[in-house]
Every structure is written in C-alpha cells, then in structure tokens.
C-alpha cells in the first residue's frame, strides 16, 4: 500500500472536529465523523470487530469507537497503520475515494441519498444543480 498523502496543517478548527489541510497542492477539509464512519464501515465489510482491530492496531476498544463516531482524532501515522489493518487506501478513508478518482463522497453522498424520500431527493437534486452552475 503507497503512502501518498502528504499533509500539513494549515488551520485547525475545535468545533465541529474538521481540519484544513493541504493535499497534493489543493485544500481539503478533514471531517472525523466522516472518516470514522468510513472506519467503521471498512471495518465492517471485513468482518472485524472492534476487539480484533483495536487489538491489532494497539488501541483501547473505547478510543476506535470514539475515533469510529468522530469525538477522537487519529493521528496520520495511526491511520497508515489502520488503512494496512483493514487494507484499504489512505484516500478511501479520507476523501471517499482513491487519490486519483474524481469521485471525492460519490459513496457518501450515495448512501445519504438513498436514505432520502422522494420529495427530499428532488430537493437534494435542485440544489446541487443550482450549486454546480456555479
């Protein structure tokens, strides 16, 4: 697995738990709770429990469930550790696809709009039509 994120903080913000930050010359925000639940999802897709992970990765239990739903921030290198435990790309965690994709939370966005009634999705739908003219 290559390490291709490289990273320095820009601006840290307390509140909600996002960071800005410079990735390959561009600026991304980083937002815990979003990385977390893709933690847990990739978790989860490989039938590994907590246990096995925080076990293997040299976590409390009660830190990768906090870092799961967001309230804990994982440093870089313990996420390095993490994308070899569930073998998955730094970039799938971070940005909700591999650094070479275009599809920056496709799959976020996706599961999000799934969960939405129809009347939500045609407003989700106008939105980010009136939002991409621009």
Same mark, same amino acid.
């Given at each position: 697995?290559?390490?291709?994120?490289?990273?320095?903080?820009?601006?840290?913000?307390?509140?909600?738990?996002?960071?800005?930050?410079?990735?390959?010359?561009?600026? !991304?925000? =980083?937002?815990?709770?979003?990385?977390?639940?893709? *933690?847990?999802?990739?978790? @989860?897709?490989? /039938?590994? #429990?907590?246990?096995?992970?925080?076990?293997?990765?040299?976590?409390?239990?009660?830190?990768?469930?906090?870092?799961?739903?967001?309230?804990?921030?994982?440093?870089? !290198?313990? =996420?390095?550790?993490?994308?070899?435990?569930?073998? *998955?790309?730094?970039?799938? @965690?971070?940005? /909700?696809? #591999?650094?070479?994709?275009?599809?920056?939370?496709?799959?976020?966005?996706?599961?999000?709009?799934?969960?939405?009634?129809?009347?939500?999705?045609?407003?989700?739908? !106008?939105?980010?039509?009136?939002?991409?003219?621009?």
């Amino acid at each position: 697995m290559g390490h291709v994120v490289s990273v320095g903080i820009v601006e840290k913000r307390r509140y909600p738990k996002t960071y800005k930050i410079q990735i390959q010359g561009g600026e !991304k925000m =980083l937002d815990y709770k979003i990385i977390g639940e893709r *933690i847990k999802r990739a978790r @989860l897709e490989r /039938g590994l #429990s907590q246990v096995q992970v925080a076990n293997k990765i040299g976590f409390s239990v009660a830190f990768l469930s906090r870092v799961e739903k967001g309230t804990a921030n994982i440093s870089l !290198k313990r =996420l390095n550790q993490l994308c070899d435990i569930l073998e *998955i790309e730094e970039g799938i @965690l971070l940005n /909700g696809t #591999s650094l070479t994709s275009n599809y920056y939370l496709s799959s976020d966005f996706k599961e999000v709009f799934d969960k939405c009634n129809e009347k939500q999705k045609k407003l989700i739908y !106008k939105i980010a039509k009136i939002i991409s003219k621009n």
